[in-house]
């Protein structure tokens, strides 16, 4: 889980009390999502992405 | 000349000397000035320049010079393309301090260069992270089918612009599904080229490994047409792939006997309304489709972009989100910060999904040339509604009409958004989507869905809603 403060202070960003709980919501969202991606992501795949 | 003519029956009229292209745009430009003060698909109307245009089109058919395909063909581009002398907002106030575009962004110029006549800049979502168009510095796109009810995004405008006949096509932009979302709340077609076919210079980026560019418009024959001006290589544009140009417009009547279609289930069939499964089935009958087939890990490929957009376009505004946080739309903001704030980790497993996933969709594409799946799961909704109700279920609108677009556009596979005749009052869209760089193919099946009366474009002034 990131902490908040950390990460915030890490990328010199201020967070409004406002944006603060909105910002914690939108993380919880995108850890679940990239949280599916890990699972289905091969462990060894390739990262080349050519059409 | 009608307001719904057709910009391939404009052209003809305009080339053959019947009608002049300055009388065009003046009766685009009086349509504008009526009705968009209800509708808000403008930022910024063009009307010297576009009639100084208009002009010289006249001048050159006067002179029997070829005027181009587009002659006096009226259009206009989402405002995150540059055009000369306008500053390019991207739906934001922060790039309105920016100085104006020195010139056009290199779709616009050759649509130009072709006859069309540029009437003005659309609106969009802030910085196109959205899916309504409800801009809170320009204001709401309005839906032309319901006034109460958003345009889809983030092409908003460019969608609302072109289903209200304010211009014939219009540009729009799609990362994540901001063309295929629009074009079906607001019942035209869209397409989203092959990732790298269309360059996108002279275009405000916002996921480098995801944006696209392409044309809106109310026939398959003007989306060719446009589609077709577009294509043709960009060396100062890497993204860019120069296959050379695949004209649309000469294979529209092409029979469509020997195409393999499937409709796409699992994933693509959960979450959505009845009316988006209704245009799936009509669009997969009339082709002979075979149903349920699957696409491995699109669930996964939803999240990967959804990941993917947060961290590359979180940090494509780092500075400004440190800078000047207040001058964005909060809903951006809190978003923008949450994505760059992701572990830089997330990113290669991302790559390697996608390199994974892709693999999947070629695999499917040895047995199928076009697979079905909806545009959105459901229709246009109010403006100001953040959630809708699906199956008694509550689902967030902002975050789930791009639910069957995402998997696609992930791997840039090509994308018609076809409007299909459901008979319900509001419009919805499929998605025909086929395997990379097989445009033609594309778009030879929405011709025939067109012929066949499944897919269409209704006028939506004459609904009651915009009667005066």
Known sequence: MIDLDERAAQLNLTLSPQSREEVRKNLALLAAMAAVVEAAAPVDGSEDFIL | VSRFASAAAIAAHVRAARVTAVSVTEAALDHIARE??????????????????????????????????????????????????????????????????????????????????????????EYAYGFTTENSHYGPTRNPHDLERVSGGSSGGSAAAVAAGFTAFSLGSDTNGSIRVPASFCGVYGLKPTFGRLTRRGTYPFVHSLDHVGPFARTVADLALAYDVCQGPDPLEANCVD????????????????????????????????????AVDLAGEALGAIRGVMLRDAEAARAAAFCLTGLEGGQLHLNDLRARPDDFDPATRDRLIAGVMQPPETLAAVRRLRAAYLGEARALFEDFDILIAPATPFSATRIGEPMIELGGKPMLVRANAGLYAQPISFIG??????????????????????????????????AFLEREGVAGVTDPLAAPELVH
Request: proline residues 8%; hydrophobic residues 50%.
């Open chain 2, 36 to 125: 968009d003060g209800r509708i808000n698909a403008f930022t910024a109307i063009l009307a010297d320049r576009a009639l100084a245009q208009a002009r010289g089109v006249d001048a050159k058919v006067r002179a029997g010079g070829d005027p181009g395909s587009l002659a006096g063909v009226p259009f206009a581009a989402k405002n995150l393309f540059d055009i000369e002398g306008v500053t390019t907002l991207a739906g934001s106030i922060i790039e309105a301090d920016k100085a104006p575009a020195v010139e056009d962004a290199p779709l616009v110029a050759r649509l130009k260069d072709a006859g069309a006549v540029l009437l003005g800049a659309l609106n969009m979502d």
């Open chain 2, 413 to 446: 596979l090509p994308v018609i958004a076809a409007p299909v005749k459901t008979g319900a009052r509001l419009p919805i869209g499929v998605q025909l989507i086929a395997a990379p760089w097989a445009e033609q193919t594309l778009f030879r099946a929405a």
């Open chain 2, 243 to 278: 296959r050379g140009v695949s004209p649309a417009f000469p294979n529209l009547g092409k029979p469509v006997s020997d195409l393999r279609v499937g409709v796409l289930g699992g994933w693509f069939e959960t979450s959505a309304a009845p009316e988006s499964l209704l």
